[in-house]
């Protein structure tokens, strides 16, 4: 079945650096790429719809310049979280979608720990 | 516009229980509509999937069905096992599968 890998699983840094994830299908293609935001105990809120070889469409919300997403390839976006701070820290889930006639499928998450 | 409501948790049950877990959606046009599970530091699996009223999805003695008439898609389980112990949620999403809208999720806690 369709896979997709998130890596890194969990990353630790410091204040002010930037962080980059990314999210591979390993088996499709996608031309659209999903990144979402779980806070603790809560439930996912999407950030972005990435889409191959064109701007990624932000939710309402989010900040743009802040969470920078590169859909370079038909397998790889990345989400770089720039200057990041310590309430930036969560969990960060990618999906993606093999085709019209599937759902999305969803990685494994990063948790960042911004100190 | 589009939402999902799933019932608060915890639910803590004992091993072998039955188990039902809320959810009701409101949609315009024909979601279709899911149950997702997450377990402790991982992403989301799927669970199960009805993309039609009256269609019944069903996965690892889990089970769901679409009801349009009551805009329902509850979960079930006739005997539940310390390791369905996870957080489990409703979703919808529109007729090409794009947008996902996420219920709040409900964790269940099962005791042997």
């Known amino acids: 079945g369709a896979v997709v890998s998130q890596h890194p699983s969990w990353v630790i840094c410091k204040s002010g650096t930037s962080v980059k994830i990314e999210c591979r299908s390993l088996?499709?293609?996608?031309?659209?790429m999903f990144w979402y935001r779980q806070f603790p105990k809560q439930s996912l809120m999407l950030m972005a719809t990435?889409?191959?070889?064109?701007?990624?469409?932000?939710e309402q919300g989010v900040e743009k310049d802040k969470f920078l997403i590169n859909h370079a390839s038909l397998t790889l976006s990345t989400l770089t979280v720039t200057s990041a701070h310590p309430e930036d820290s969560s969990f960060y889930i990618c999906?993606?979608?093999?085709?019209?006639?599937?759902?999305?499928?969803f990685g494994d998450g990063t948790r960042l720990s911004i100190l | 516009g589009d939402s999902v409501t799933q019932m608060e948790g915890p639910v803590t049950l004992s091993e072998e229980a039955f188990l039902t877990i809320n959810c009701t959606y409101t949609?315009?046009?024909?979601?279709?509509l899911f149950w997702y599970v997450q377990y402790p530091g991982e992403g989301l699996q799927l669970l199960l999937k009805?993309?039609?009223?009256?269609d019944k999805g069903s996965n690892k003695g889990f089970e769901a069905t679409y009801r349009k008439e009551t805009t329902s898609f509850h979960l079930e389980k006739g005997s539940v096992q310390v390791s369905d112990s996870a957080v489990y949620f409703c979703?919808?999403?529109?007729?090409?599968?794009?947008?996902?809208?996420f219920g709040s999720g409900t964790k269940l806690n099962v005791k042997p």
């Open positions: 999906s993606a979608l093999p085709d019209r006639d599937q759902p999305q499928h």
């Open positions: 088996d499709f293609q996608a031309t659209t």
């Open positions: 990435s889409n191959e070889g064109s701007k990624a469409t932000y």
């Open positions: 949609a315009t046009g024909y979601p279709s």
């Open positions: 009805a993309t039609k009223a009256d």
């Open positions: 979703a919808l999403t529109g007729y090409n599968f794009n947008k996902f809208y």
